[in-house]
């Protein structure tokens, strides 16, 4: 597996996404099975893993700690902060203290005693950034935190916060069908050096070519919620699976390789974490490092402008989004 740093954090080129196996698309595996996977990610190479507090909650940290604990030296593990899940009022929450305290259980249930990264999950509009990345820098110097990153950030937290402590990392949704990050946020984690690590790179499964006006999700898949996976939505956003299949078809790859492989084009400083729950999909997932697109590949993705129909998530979520 090829490589790449985000600020000074040197990762395997495709990342793991890990929430898929604790929530949001069932059927969710059995946790013996969801170790196995994860840990047949490591021996080709995958060295960066993500997971969250409010993954299950709780639950996914868990499981990622004990998967990785036999190899923990060898690998990169980030996690996020940032929901009161505790008090049972819900929300949003990056107090200090709250900071602090989820910190200490994160540990705990990673087995580690070093979180490699830690994300603002969302920018909570209460603290100010500059509190929240202090606390951050507090946690830095006490050993237990060595990289300070943000999701789905706007640039004016994004730079204020980097005046605080250098943030390493930003996550956001990015794909070939969202691809708002572009106008404002890339050229600034360009400009302060900052990594970026997109989720959903294969749009939550959309871009696979396994998805249809027809498909149907299972109850209490995340899907079912969002605008964008209505039937009508997707017949209309079926160009973009079109788009990279043709482009697959000639490279003798399949339209989730192109998909990443276009990501990882963009910048040395992309990192996808597609997740899965199938060995043969990472499998795939994990060959897009190889995938090699030409200048008339991209030039013809360009070409299309293709827009996508439908919210990406619905109001609740997108209210959460610092922008």
Known sequence: MKTRTLGDLEVSAVGLGCMGLSQSYPPIPERKDGIELIRAAVEPGVTFFDTAQVYGPFANEDLVGEALEPVRDQVVVATKFGFDL???????????????????????RLRTETIDLLYQHRVDPTVPIEDVAGTVKELIEAGKVRHFGMSEAGVGNISRAHAVQPVTALQSEYSLWWREPEDEIIPTLEELGIGFVP??????????????????????????????FSARAREANRPFVDLVQRIADRRGATAAQVALAWILTQRPWFVPIPGTTKLHRLEENIAAADVELTDDDLHEIEKAQVSAQGARYSEANQRMIDR
């Open 86 to 108: 505790t008090s049972g009022r819900g929300g949003l929450d990056s107090s200090p203290e709250t900071i602090r305290r989820s910190v200490d259980a994160s540990l705990e």
């Open 199 to 228: 989720f959903s790179p294969l749009g939550k499964g959309f871009l696979t070519g396994r998805i249809d006006d027809r498909t149907t999700f299972a109850d209490g898949d995340f899907r079912n919620t969002i605008p964008r």
